[in-house]
Nanobody, 131 residues
Framework: QLQLVESGGGLVQPGGSLLLSCEIL?????????????TGWFRQAPGKEREVVSC????????RYSDSVKGRFTISTDITKNTMYLQMNSLKLEDTGVYYC???????????????????WGQGLQVTVSS
């Protein structure tokens, strides 16, 4: 099982930006140009279920975003650092929550919206958007 170590997060005003990082330990991220693991970011707001924010497919490296963050957030990976990122811009109050990075088991090629399809998780980062 992989170890995912998150960094970044914190308190930001509405309209601000944050960069979340997630280092993936225990493997090399790249085996093909699209990597060997499907990687994603989830978030959980207080009193709500964990929901997918963004994902990168192993099949073709394509990215997916939830409607609520599309156009504002960008997911990416740096294969030289075994690290994935979530750049969050134009943050809104409703973006507040705990953010988790996650990977699917190596045999899977495609993204999923279900938390149950992801096997390894980061420790979670608090992101608070407040004025």
């Amino acid at each position: 099982q992989l170890q995912l170590v998150e960094s970044g997060g914190g308190l930001v005003q509405p309209g601000g930006s944050l960069l979340l990082s997630c280092e993936i330990l225990g493997t090399t991220l790249l085996r093909t140009t699209s990597g060997i693991y499907v990687t994603g970011w989830f978030r959980q707001a207080p009193g709500k279920e964990r929901e997918v924010v963004s994902c990168i497919s192993r099949y073709d490296g394509s990215t997916r975003y939830s409607d609520s963050v599309k156009g504002r957030f960008t997911i990416s990976t740096d294969i030289t650092k075994n690290t994935m990122y979530l750049q969050m811009n134009s943050l809104k109050l409703e973006d507040t929550g705990v953010y988790y990075c996650a990977t699917r088991p190596a045999k899977y090629l495609f993204c999923s919206d279900s938390v149950f399809d992801f096997a390894s998780w980061g420790q979670g980062l608090q992101v608070t958007v407040s004025s």
